[in-house]
């Protein structure tokens, strides 16, 4: 993307950012988030008085159709690598979603890329603000992903109406980052240093995709159990069998201490997430994937 540097909001953590940003845009307006989705998400727009309505995917992404029907102002999304269920956005759906925001006035897509920098195969997937000709996505990213979750420290990506905004409503803000921190930040990017580390990284998670792709194929030669959407960041989505196969995996899992968060519990349901039935697909952290973990859960799946 290329940007102008008086366009970006820097701030400790994207929590503080999505606050910043209903001060920005109003608590009246109604927000959209997906579902599944990033649940906290729900409750920080609840916590600042918004009205949140949740929107089904489908298999290129938000439900387009579900979404019209909301009276949605605003849409929280993660197109290039949703959380939890590693969706990648298509194309066609990216455009539709930008003809939805620019059909009304003060209609915005926030776009959270949290973690666009690991892409495993193909090349890297263009944000969606990098393809808005109507300045209605607000981009949003951390580095928390790439670097550590100690460093709070994120940025958004302005319109420029709407950093003019920022600039009269918000602007007495002080910065919320330690200048030590972002000067640091900043001296690992100009040398470098900063996209080897994210290199490293991806060669790391790719390996642990790998071995763990290998070793279902070999556990399920029948397809009981199937990894989905491996292809692009720090985790996948694996499809589980409702059948004993599944529920081996799923234990097998435990058993070597291997995390996993079950889908199902990433699903709105109005008060709470449904944790009751026997996970069907399980997201898995590539970074939960040791060679040791990954010869532990061969041994239990023999």
């Known amino acids: 993307m290329n940007v102008d540097p008086d366009n970006?909001?820097?701030?400790?953590?994207?929590?503080?950012?999505?606050?910043?940003?209903?001060?920005l845009l109003g608590a009246d307006k109604v927000y959209a988030v997906e579902d599944p989705g990033y649940l906290r998400l729900t409750r920080i727009y609840q916590a600042m008085g918004c009205e949140v309505r949740h929107i089904p995917l489908d298999g290129e992404g938000v439900d387009l159709s579900a979404l019209q029907?909301?009276?949605?102002?605003?849409?929280?999304?993660?197109?290039s690598h949703q959380y939890p269920t590693g969706l990648v956005t298509s194309i066609a759906r990216r455009y539709a979603l930008l003809s939805w925001a620019a059909e009304q006035p003060d209609r915005y897509l926030i776009e959270d890329d949290f973690d666009?920098?690991?892409r495993l195969a193909g090349k890297p997937i263009p944000?969606?603000?990098?393809i808005d000709a109507a300045q209605s996505v607000i981009y949003t990213n951390t580095f928390s992903k790439s670097l550590s979750s100690a460093l709070r420290l994120a940025y958004m990506v302005l319109p420029d109406e709407?950093?003019?905004?920022?600039?009269?409503?918000?602007?007495?803000?002080?910065?919320?980052?330690?200048?030590?921190?972002?000067?640091?930040?900043a001296r690992l990017l100009e040398s470098g240093d900063y996209e080897r580390h994210v290199n490293r990284v991806r060669v790391r998670a790719r390996e642990a995709r790998d071995g763990l792709a290998a070793l279902v194929r070999k556990a399920f030669p029948a397809?009981?159990?199937?990894?989905?959407?491996?292809?692009?960041?720090?985790?996948?989505?694996v499809a589980l069998a409702e059948d004993k196969a599944g529920e081996?995996?799923?234990?097998?899992l435990a058993d070597a201490r291997i995390s996993y968060v079950n889908i199902a519990d990433c699903l709105w349901t109005g008060d709470r997430a449904s944790t009751k039935n026997a996970p069907s697909r399980v997201l898995i952290q590539y970074d939960d994937l040791s060679s040791q973990s990954l010869s532990v859960l061969q041994e239990q799946l023999q």
Request: glycine share 8%.
């Open 8 to 23: 970006i909001v820097i701030g400790a953590g994207a929590q503080l950012l999505d606050t910043m940003l209903v001060q």
């Open 69 to 79: 029907k909301t009276g949605a102002d605003v849409l929280h999304l993660m197109p």
């Open 116 to 118: 666009c920098e690991f």
């Open 127 to 130: 944000a969606l603000a990098s």
């Open 162 to 185: 709407l950093m003019e905004r920022f600039k009269r409503n918000l602007g007495f803000y002080a910065s919320s980052v330690s200048s030590v921190d972002q000067v640091a930040l």
């Open 223 to 237: 397809g009981e159990v199937s990894i989905e959407h491996a292809d692009a960041g720090l985790y996948c989505t």
């Open 248 to 252: 081996s995996f799923a234990k097998a």
